[in-house]
């Protein structure tokens, strides 16, 4: 709420508070009033465990020797860093989180194109089909590409055994390269929705004089895109890649249900849940969980300072 | 625009948001008030299984004549989960945990810190006669009964005779698994063993280390830095050996890295079908799928069983043991009313009927003179016999850490190299608990 006050007083100097004009106080007071609640239930529910997490960090502290509790300081950390598991972790999580992005991103502007470009009479169930797979649930959806994939039960090795590397022999969840595979088009298959609704939350805000005059200046169908719309909806797609990129950094549900890690295919959140939840080594756990949790900062950081993603502009206050 | 949206977004959220206060602080009264009244209600947290124990709970609180009431909470699927969810609550000091059905390699992790209350003198004298060997060691901790054994699995060797016969192997001999690999690869066929990235793969390493006379960790009472593991052992190797001629040569079909006990059950009863080692619910689930006329009536005759293989021919073979055992939380409120319900639940008869109901073999030896027993399983006393050599997995409170990393560097089977993987298991499960490294 704070920010669409700033951004709907753009010409108070940001410095100097006590230029405010009464309306803009007035908004101010109501702002603080509306968001106040929910600033102390977030205080509560993240703030808390996030420092919680932290203290605990400094600890070796297992829950099953709650005796043997001692101070390590950054002991965890050194561990951490230190262990090629971690990294090949975060490797595996970067290579999820651009590859699942990029072609959500891809495949998400199409789908809005198509929404955006249908008949009226068509668009609310056009809308509506290309939202199921989002409103699936993701551990049903990991079920349902785990079991058509499985070498026991699923159809895929059958129905697809003309292209070439797939036969009725087929593992898929035997070797990384094959169950990552499955993984992101699982990943893909259920966020596209997402990102197609965020883009065409962009196209609308691009007027259509502007396209319009592009073409009666003899623009093509291409430049139209590249010189008008898209620049038009930066804000939206970069506000679209940055919550992706934030959701699929911290995947867990597809690879817990279809490979449990196994075969290279660990990610970040789930050796945070290893640690923590099956070793029940809370110190070293709460390590890897700030660390998780440095890696979104860094993540979010990147995004709005080199990429200059303004998330405000793309809720349509300007 | 945003001016516009305010008031009609504080209006569409007022609802919803007192619902949610509402429904809080009913369940909050609502459970502040069950746990008072009337008769003490015991809560015994099962693993699933096919209602058998909700029988037996229903049976024992009909009979303590308004003593206790158990009531039965179902625990995750899988061994591993049921673990976590259990050493979480007990660490939080839940006073639900009145009876727990516990896997037994778990065991000592929790009593090791006090979170199981100790067996009365009594109770254990009448629940440890006539209990096989090896379910009354994983019942215990340091050379004391910490959990009440119920009942103890243990995995056969089931066989196609058609293939047996055809392979030329006399299955009334004690077999090893080197006569084993060759049948099924003369006859083209492929083993049924577990091979996923899983418990079940420390099971079959378990046993087949102990088989040739080693074990995984020698002295598994120790702390965690003074642990002396037995991998390198030539038991180690060769157990390292037979797993990886299984995985490279392909005889545990292409399935085998993501194969578990139901995969390979599936398997077995395939045509591709030779040889497997599994649990005993293999019966009752193989007779219910005939019966439902998924497979053919010719199968049930072609299926043999016998002692899980030996590792070296004249060595005795040592199956692996599972079960479940009974604990009780220090935290629970009325520690004398659960063990009473224990006695209740672990009699013979009540093993008895869950033998026959769900397949779980009792621990013990009294329940398979039920004349029951003899007719729904034919294979009793070979289960029973096999109870009795089992040996079980390492018993140490550091159990996940030890089984995690079999785990990762035993699968997939093809990956082993018998010279290199035992040693550097040993050197990774060390590091590991010296906290060295991640797992």
Known sequence: MSTSVKTSSPKTEPRAPQQYSDRAKAERRLGWLLAGP???????????????????????????????????????????????????????????????????????????????????????????????????????????????????????????????????????????????????????????????????????????????????????????????????????????????????????????????????TEVLSLLAYRTSISRLEIGLGSAVSVLLFICVLLICFIAIKLFKVDLAGARGGK | MPHAERPQSRNRNRPRALAGVTVALGAMLLSGCAAESGTPTLTWYIN?????????????????????????????????????????????????????????????????????????????????????????????????????????????????????????????????????????????????VQGQRGESMTVWINALVESAGGQIIENPEAPADEIRLGLTSDAGVKAAEIISTIGKEGLGSPGLPTQDENNSMILFQGDDGSFMVNWPFVWPATNAAVEAGSLDESLIEDIGWTLYPRVNEGEPTAPPLGGINLGVGAESEHPDLAYQAIECIVTPENQAEYFVTNGNPPSNTEAYEDPQIQENFPMADTIRESLELSAPRPQTPYYNEVTTSLQLRWTPPADVDPQSTPRTTAAFIESVLEGENLL
């Not at chain 1, 929404?115 to 959806?141: C, E, N, Q, W």
């Not at chain 1, 005059?213 to 939206?236: F, H, I, Q, Y």
């Open chain 1, 38 to 264: 929910a600033f102390v239930v977030m205080l509560a529910v993240t703030a808390y465990p996030i420092l919680q997490a932290v203290f605990d960090s400094l600890f070796s502290y297992r829950l099953t020797a709650p005796d043997e509790r001692e101070f390590i300081g950054l002991g965890n950390y050194a561990v951490i860093l230190s262990d090629q598991v971690w990294w090949r972790d975060l490797g595996v999580t970067l290579l999820i989180t651009v590859v699942t992005v990029v072609v959500e991103l891809i495949l998400g502007f199409a789908l809005a194109l198509v929404m955006h470009k249908a008949l009226k009479s068509v668009r609310g169930l056009l809308r509506t089909a290309i939202l199921v797979p989002y409103g699936i649930i993701t551990v049903v959806s990991a079920f349902a590409w785990f079991y058509a994939f499985d070498i026991n039960s699923g159809f895929v090795n059958n129905w697809f055994d003309w292209v070439p590397g797939i036969d009725p022999d087929l593992n898929w969840f035997a070797q990384g390269s094959t169950s990552l595979f499955v993984i992101m088009a699982s990943e893909i298959w259920k966020t596209t929705p997402f990102i197609s609704l965020l883009l065409l939350a962009g196209l609308a805000q691009v007027p259509d004089e502007l396209t319009e005059a592009a073409e009666v200046d003899g623009a093509t169908w291409w430049e139209r895109m590249s010189r008008v719309v898209l620049p038009n909806m930066k804000a939206a797609i970069m506000v679209a890649v940055l919550f992706r990129a934030l959701d699929a950094f911290r995947i867990f549900d597809n690879v817990f249900i279809m490979t449990n890690g196994a075969f290279g």
């Open chain 2, 48 to 192: 699933p299984d096919d209602g058998g124990q909700e029988a037996i709970a229903e049976k024992c609180t009909a009979e303590s004549g308004g003593a206790y009431r158990i009531e039965t909470s179902l625990l995750p699927n899988d061994a591993a989960s049921q673990r976590e969810q259990l050493a979480r609550r007990l660490a939080a000091g839940d006073s639900s945990l009145d009876i727990m059905s516990l896997d037994p390699p778990f065991i000592p992790e929790l009593a090791e810190p006090g979170f199981l209350a100790p067996v009365p003198a009594d109770v254990t004298e009448r629940t440890t006669q006539n209990v096989v060997e090896g379910a009354l060691a994983g019942a215990q901790w340091k050379g004391e009964l910490v959990t009440v054994p119920f009942w103890a699995n243990t995995q056969l060797l089931w066989y196609r005779k058609s293939v047996a016969e055809a392979a030329g192997l006399d299955m009334s001999q004690p077999v090893t698994w080197d006569q084993l690999i060759e049948a099924a690869e003369s006859q083209d066929k492929y083993l049924g």
